[in-house]
């Protein structure tokens, strides 16, 4: 049976002013003959899910210092006192499996926190400075391997990872359960690079705050994000950017266990750059079905002339035949959109 359609505005719940990968028999989600929606072995290795399956406190039962910077072997009981100890140099922090209910906070430099076995540590409940569980403030930082797992603060924007400076990258690491995924705040020249994560349960759009979304990239310079999973969103946008520059290709955006979740990308004012090679499934469960894709809804600042949207597969959960629109377009910017594989009942463009 399909649920009854509500006539769909641009944000019934305030768009914000400001700030796993399974789905096993996924032809039967689509309402079109697309091919699956998800390439596994693209978004997460076989070796990361087992890994996760298999976490455990080993380091805590051993003794052994669960944190060890690998330029000089020093090991520490926290997080924090290990990139306190790196400070304004550049260092790599090795985690030892295990669930961490701690946070930390990076104040300068160039650092990598890695897990010695991917997906085998957990960084569980535990915000720093009412944020995130790591606070990130150097010039580059770099995440491998981790889980981030039941972020909440009272503002609604607990996230696995908060960016307020530098450059960051992420890599095979999980966000689940919590308020956001990763948040960034505005500064200039800033790049975001994530690839081969998943984004699971994430956002919220109540308690009379603003949305969280799974990602919320600010006023950076580019944001890349490829190979990765978002799915069963708990309200907000799957992939929130007000980066001038974006590449979000090969990514899977499972909409079908969503629950009153918002547009899989929203680049909110406008980018140039590339979106292609995605697949998305629109659920049933939807505080705005109105489209997949926006360019510029919340005014444009940056010209999307540029944008390239293409190669890209899009439709709905079995009993849901919308009108939803594949990319809508506030701005005149000629955004160039090639050769998609859409629903039947899907428009491809609107220009609001």
Same mark, same amino acid.
């Given at each position: 049976m399909t649920l009854p359609i509500r006539v769909p505005d641009l944000c019934r719940r305030r768009c914000p002013k400001a700030?796993?990968?399974? *789905?096993?028999?996924?032809?039967?989600?689509?309402?079109?003959?697309?091919?699956?929606?998800?390439?596994?072995?693209?978004?997460?290795?076989?070796? /990361?899910?087992?890994?996760i399956a298999l976490t455990t406190t080993a380091s805590a039962q051993s003794g052994a210092a669960p944190f060890t910077l690998?330029?000089?072997?020093?090991?520490?009981?926290?997080?924090?006192?290990?990139?306190?100890?790196?400070?304004?140099?550049?260092g790599t922090v090795i985690v030892a499996p295990g669930a961490y209910p701690q946070c930390g906070v990076q104040q300068g430099g160039d650092v990598t926190i890695r897990a010695a076995t991917?997906?085998?540590?957990?960084?569980?409940?535990?915000?720093?400075?009412?944020?995130?569980?790591?606070?990130?403030?150097?010039?580059s930082s770099?995440?491998?391997?981790?889980? /981030?797992?039941? *972020?909440?603060?009272?503002?609604?924007?607990?996230?696995g990872i908060r960016l307020e400076s530098g450059n960051l990258s992420?890599?095979?690491?999980? /966000?689940?359960?919590?308020?956001?995924?990763?948040?960034?705040? @505005?500064?200039?020249?800033?790049?975001?690079?994530?690839?081969?994560?998943?984004?699971?349960?994430?956002?919220?759009?109540?308690? @009379?705050?603003?949305c969280a979304h799974g990602i919320y990239i600010g006023r950076l310079a580019s944001l890349s994000v490829t190979n990765s999973r978002f799915d069963q969103g708990d309200g907000g946008?799957?992939?929130?950017?007000?980066?001038?520059?974006?590449? *979000?290709?090969?990514?899977?955006? @499972? @909409?079908?266990?969503?629950?009153?979740?918002?547009?899989?990308?929203?680049?909110? &004012?406008?980018?140039?750059?590339?979106?292609?090679?995605?697949?998305?499934?629109?659920?049933?469960?939807?505080? &705005?079905?109105?489209a997949f894709i926006t360019v510029a809804p919340e005014g444009r600042e940056h010209g999307s002339a540029g944008l390239v949207i293409e190669g890209n597969k899009a439709g709905f959960?079995?009993?849901?035949?919308?009108?939803?629109?594949?990319?809508?377009?506030?701005?005149?910017?000629p955004v160039r959109i090639g050769a998609n594989e859409l629903a039947p009942s899907m428009k491809v463009k609107d220009r609001r």
């Open positions: 700030g796993q990968r399974q *789905i096993p028999a996924v032809r039967a989600l689509v309402a079109h003959p697309a091919r699956p929606i998800v390439r596994a072995m693209r978004i997460l290795s076989a070796g /990361f899910l087992a890994a690998a330029e000089t072997g020093q090991g520490f009981g926290s997080i924090g006192d290990a990139l306190a100890a790196i400070g304004d140099g550049r991917p997906g085998s540590v957990i960084f569980d409940g535990v915000p720093c400075e009412g944020k995130a569980a790591l606070v990130l403030r150097g010039r770099r995440v491998e391997g981790i889980i /981030f797992q039941n *972020i909440r603060v009272p503002d609604g924007n607990g996230a992420v890599s095979n690491s999980l /966000f689940r359960n919590s308020e956001e995924g990763i948040l960034t705040g @505005d500064y200039d020249g800033g790049q975001v690079v994530i690839d081969k994560s998943t984004f699971r349960k994430l956002g919220r759009c109540d308690r @009379d705050l603003d946008h799957y992939l929130k950017t007000r980066t001038a520059r974006v590449t *979000i290709t090969g990514n899977s955006f @499972d @909409d079908s266990g969503g629950h009153l979740t918002n547009y899989m990308i929203d680049l909110s &004012n406008g980018a140039s750059g590339v979106i292609s090679g995605n697949e998305m499934v629109q659920g049933k469960d939807k505080d &705005n079905w109105s959960v079995p009993g849901v035949a919308r009108g939803s629109t594949f990319v809508a377009n506030f701005t005149d910017d």
